[in-house]
């Protein structure tokens, strides 16, 4: 087999790699986009354990054959951008998302998310998803909030028994 093969097929392993690892794959279309910003999208990314990464659309197809990754073929036409979700499965659709709307630049072709394949619009309207944690926040306070009211009730009942029996 020539060097010339043996390299391709490294880097086709590499993205199968990220592939079995990643909850999300968001492919998105990188033109436009200066080095300042490129090196502001990849900063963003790593802060949120996300890893974009820029491959031939041959090895990218060829990694993504027969995996739950495989509906991002269609995506792969054009210069293409990978983002690899690993822990939180729609980081790489917010960052991507926020990232387009600052630099009016890029846009986004698709996304793999836990095992569902979304085009551009689907990727984005999960982009507009607040995170998991947000979502818990809202719901620990939507819990919280007739608890104090009649803690507050309570409170003003007992101040104003208080009240009564000192006169």
């Known amino acids: 087999m020539s060097a010339f093969i043996k390299e391709k097929e490294q880097i086709v392993n590499e993205i199968k790699e990220k592939l079995e690892r990643a909850s999300s794959a968001?492919?998105?279309?990188y033109r436009g986009i200066t080095v300042a910003e490129a090196d502001l999208l990849r900063k963003r990314?790593?802060?949120?354990?996300?890893?974009?990464?820029?491959?031939?659309?041959?090895m990218l197809r060829r990694a993504v054959e027969g995996t739950v990754f495989e509906g991002l073929k269609d995506a792969l036409k054009g210069p293409s951008g990978i983002a690899f979700g690993y822990e939180d499965a729609t980081a790489p659709a917010k960052i991507l998302d926020k990232s387009i709307k600052e630099f009016k630049k890029m846009e986004l072709k698709?996304?793999?998310i836990d095992g569902v394949y979304y085009d551009t619009a689907g990727v984005s309207a999960i982009a507009q998803i607040p995170s998991r944690?947000?979502?818990?926040?809202?719901?620990l306070g939507s819990f919280n909030a007739p608890i104090s009211s009649f803690a507050r009730v309570i409170q003003a009942i007992a101040d104003k028994d208080g009240e009564a029996a000192a006169e």
């Open 26 to 29: 968001v492919v998105v279309d």
């Open 45 to 58: 990314m790593r802060e949120a354990n996300v890893e974009y990464k820029i491959y031939k659309n041959t």
């Open 110 to 112: 698709g996304g793999v």
């Open 133 to 139: 944690e947000e979502l818990l926040a809202k719901l």
